[in-house]
């Protein structure tokens, strides 16, 4: 069974970068689809950014277009958040999660999360 | 933008069946999945598909969805269910989930 681990979360100041890494095991890596999805200290879910299995396709969120990148490396099994003008707001725990293979409809396997803390 | 409203809390005597709902415009239109998070966990998907069930889920659990409201049932509650639940669904390539309900199991 596939399993996520995600890396690459911290404290970074207002304005800031972070990188965050999503590694994942399993020999099917490029079949499917990645989003990363975050999730602020006692609030709802909130979906970030998707990439297809080839990488040819990527979505964002209003909240983060022009300020996130979301990326994947195939042979390393490995999807990526690159994360700029980072702000107080951006403060959550980051998931990154793995759509269904047949119909791409829903997250059958998520990471662990890593806290990501925007703070001066 | 689109939204998914869900109850902020529902309670459900243990044995007894709990019922979370999810609303937004015409969602019997679109498919709608379900997560269960229980504190410091991931979430864990229990519905996909507006009512089937990912293996190793309990028969339990079920869902529906119809005119602008799903829902997600949960038969014989047990303690374990205790967990906050969101459903979601997505839209031209963006997702959408709801502000999240907490079960509490009495």
């Known amino acids: 069974e596939v399993q996520l681990l995600e890396s690459g979360g911290g404290l970074v100041q207002p304005g800031g970068s972070l990188r965050l890494s999503c590694a994942a095991s399993?020999?099917?890596?490029?079949?499917?689809?990645v989003s990363w999805v975050r999730q602020a200290p006692g609030k709802r879910l909130e979906w970030v950014s998707s990439?297809?299995?080839?990488?040819?396709?990527?979505y964002y969120a209003d909240p983060v277009k022009g300020r996130f990148a979301i990326s994947r490396d195939n042979s390393k099994k490995t999807v990526y958040l690159q994360m700029n003008s980072l702000r107080a707001d951006d403060t959550a725990v980051y998931y990154c999660?793995?759509?269904?293979?047949?119909?791409?409809?829903?997250?059958?396997?998520w990471g662990l999360g890593t806290m990501v803390t925007v703070s001066s | 933008s689109y939204e998914l409203t869900q109850p902020a809390s529902v309670s459900v005597s243990q044995g007894q069946t709990a019922s979370i709902t999810c609303s937004g415009d015409?969602?019997?239109?679109?498919?709608v999945c379900w997560y269960q998070q229980k504190p410091g966990q991931s979430p864990m998907l229990v519905i996909y598909?507006?009512?089937k069930r990912p293996s190793g889920i309990p028969e339990r659990f079920s869902g529906s969805n119809s005119g602008n409201t799903a829902a997600l049932t949960i038969s014989e509650t047990q303690a374990m269910d205790e967990a906050s639940y969101y459903c979601?669904?997505?839209?031209?390539?963006?997702?959408?989930f709801g502000g999240g309900t907490k079960l509490t199991v009495l």
């Open positions: 399993g020999p099917t890596f490029s079949t499917f689809a």
């Open positions: 990439i297809s299995g080839n990488a040819g396709s990527r």
């Open positions: 999660a793995k759509w269904r293979i047949s119909t791409p409809d829903a997250f059958d396997i």
């Open positions: 979601q669904t997505w839209d031209s390539d963006t997702v959408f």
């Open positions: 598909q507006d009512n």
């Open positions: 015409k969602l019997g239109n679109k498919y």
